[in-house]
Every structure is written in C-alpha cells, then in structure tokens.
C-alpha cells in the first residue's frame, strides 16, 4: 500500500515574506490579468523582457554577470521606432508577473525584426534558453522560461482545433477565444512525475540516448489522463525500470519549459531492498542503475563536467542546480548523510 504523500519542506517564502504585501500583490496582478482596460495601463509603466525567436535577451554586465534586461515600454516603442516598425506592436507584449513594486512584467518576440539591429540597441544579445538558464541566476531563470512558455503558447495556438478560425487574445495573454464555437483556450502545460528511487543505501537513476554523455538523471514520465501523480509514478516507474514502489514523499515542483511546457512534480520513493533488480525499458532509457552515495556526491560537485577531444563529457553526472532532478538528487544525499 502506498504511503500518504507528505511535504518535507518548507518553502522559504513560507516564513519570509509579508503575507499583506503578498496578497495585494496578488490582487493587483489578477486584476491585470483579467481586465483589459487594467493591464493596458499597466504596461504603460510596465517591464518587458524581449526575446528573439524565443530566445531571450540577456545582458553582460561589467563584472561578467549576466542579467534579464527589463526594458521600460516607452524605451521600446523608441527601439521599434527607430527600426521603422509600428510602435503599437509593444500592446502585443504578454504579461508574465509583477515585481514586489508591484510593476507589470511582460515578455515581447521581435523575431520579424533582424535580430542583430535590436542587439545592438538594447546592447545586448538574444541567446538559447538552455544556455541562458546556466547563464542567470536566482529568480531570473524561471521567469524568463515562463515568458518564453507564454510567448510559445501564444506563437502556436493562433487557431480554433474546432471551428480553424482565427482565435482572439484578450489584453494581458492569459487566454485566447474563438468567437465563431465560443471556446476558450488557456495556457497549458502537461503534469510530468518525477522521482528518485532508493533502496535505503542507493538511489536509482537512468538516462536516455538523447541525454549528454555521462548524464544520469531521476527518472521521469508524463501523467496519462485520469491519474493521480501516485498512480502515474507507480506506473512510470514499473514500465521503464520493473520496480514496484513501495512509499512516496512529495519534495516539490517546477516549471519545467524543455521541449514544451511541463509541470514537473517531484518525489522521493522507495522500493524493497530484497526486490531491486532492474530490467530496463529499452525503448525509453538507455541505460538505469543504482548508484551509491559516494558516486552521487562526487557527481554532485561536477560543475562542468571533464571532456574528451570530441567535446563529449568523460564521466558519470548529473543535471545542473536548475533542474528539479539536480535538488532530489541533493535531498537523498543529505539524507543519507543524516542517518549514518
Ligand atoms: N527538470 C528536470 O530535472 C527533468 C525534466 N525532465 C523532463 O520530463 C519530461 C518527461 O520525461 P520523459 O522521460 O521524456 O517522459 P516519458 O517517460 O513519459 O516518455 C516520453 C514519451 O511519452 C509520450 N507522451 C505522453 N504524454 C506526452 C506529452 N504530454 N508530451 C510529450 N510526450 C508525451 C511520448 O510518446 C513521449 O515520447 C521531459 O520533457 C523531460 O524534459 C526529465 C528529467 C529531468
Ligand atoms: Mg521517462
């Protein structure tokens, strides 16, 4: 029988931040959301984040710091402006979030302007978003991803499945309607189980043929529909690896925007360590096993892991702090050390 779910953690803006500030935050930024008269004032004196093709702009700083430049709207307008482009197409921006100021942020794609003329401007250089996400830090990184997952969102949901007419967005980008079936689309991403398996003394990770050389990871699947998350980790971890998982603790969750948006629920899960054998799904990974804690917290210092001449990584690692992967890997370690 599976064990109830449990929350290990506290998160820190549990106990560090002002619940007043953080309601009327909230507030505000349902009202931008919502209201089309609202958020088009706020963008007047909003942030916006561009990207190019999807790929976000980020800036080199005099000490070599990267960072998410967020540009005013008038100071937009002027770069489209001088680009001999319409200064109303910054109204397409799409909003992502609200500063502790309370200031609107929005994301905005330029990619129908040559990208090397809008770098130049912003002195700045759009780059892929899996190398600006090694390249930000703190809360940056999630948030460009979510501007990116709305702007994606946006770029490929311009039609009704039902009716194929055009849909409409409303101001703020968070949904989009088709006026001919009356049908209303939001911005969705798909549930996604991940989970580290121990067996009390190791912890089980796989890889798959598409992952860098040397990559170990925890393994994850999509939630088919109809499931609970317990029942699509029982199920992922029984069709890719043979096991039958005994207990669940849920450790957290993530925006996860690689190759699409996922909601990536992380968990922690034992199996019986008379039961441990491994036979690997063939056709999802390429390879799985169990590792012990002395191989884990040597993969866990690798920052950039040592290559070979043909650039290809020369020993076992695991994903970078960014992914949810990285940080269960992290827990089981720090647990392990706690009970010896
Ligand atoms: N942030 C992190 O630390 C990590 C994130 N991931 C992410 O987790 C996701 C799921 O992992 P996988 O092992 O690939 O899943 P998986 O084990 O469910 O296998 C993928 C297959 O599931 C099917 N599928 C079912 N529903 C799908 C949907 N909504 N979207 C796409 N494919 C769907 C497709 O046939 C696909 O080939 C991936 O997108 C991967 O990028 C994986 C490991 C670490
Ligand atoms: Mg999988």
């Known amino acids: 029988m599976l064990q109830p779910l449990r929350i290990l953690f506290r998160p820190k803006w549990m106990v560090s931040r002002s619940s007043a500030s953080y309601v009327s935050r909230m507030r505000h930024l349902n009202k931008i959301k919502e209201e089309d008269e609202a958020c088009r004032a706020a963008l007047q004196s909003g942030n916006i984040f561009l990207y190019h093709k999807l790929a976000p702009l980020l800036r080199r700083t005099d000490s070599g710091i990267y960072q998410l430049p967020a540009l005013q709207t008038k100071d937009v307008e002027e770069i489209l402006e001088k680009l001999g482009e319409d200064k109303e197409m910054v109204k397409e921006s799409i909003l992502i979030n609200c500063t502790e100021q309370n200031e609107a942020q929005f994301s905005f794609d330029v990619g129908a302007i040559e990208q090397a003329a809008v770098e130049e401007l912003c002195r700045g250089t759009f780059v892929d978003l899996r190398k600006a996400f090694f390249l930000l830090r703190g809360s940056e990184a999630p948030l460009v991803a979510r501007g990116q997952a709305l702007l994606r969102w946006h770029q490929t949901n311009g039609f009704c499945s039902s009716t194929g007419q055009p849909t409409q967005r409303n101001q703020s980008g968070s949904q989009r309607v088709c006026h001919s079936s009356g049908i209303t689309y939001y911005p969705k991403m798909s549930p996604v189980v991940i989970v580290l398996v121990s067996d009390g003394k190791r912890c089980l990770l796989g890889r798959q043929s598409t992952f860098p050389r040397g990559m170990y990871s925890a393994l994850a699947g999509f939630c088919d529909i109809g499931e609970t998350m317990e029942e699509a980790l029982r199920r992922e ?36 360590p008379d039961k441990t054998h491994v036979s690997v799904d063939k056709v999802e990974l390429e390879d799985a096993r169990w590792f012990s804690l002395e191989e884990v917290q040597e993969a866990l210092t690798i920052k950039a892991p040592p290559r070979n001449n043909k650039g290809e990584p020369t020993v076992f690692w695991v994903p970078p702090s960014y992914a949810i992967a990285n940080r269960l890997i992290q827990e089981w370690a720090n647990q392990q050390h706690l009970k010896s």
């Open 237 to 272: 971890i029984a069709e890719e690896v043979g096991l039958e998982v005994e207990s669940i603790q849920y450790s957290c969750s993530q925006h996860w925007p690689f190759p699409q948006s996922s909601f990536m629920v992380a968990c922690h899960a034992t199996v019986n």
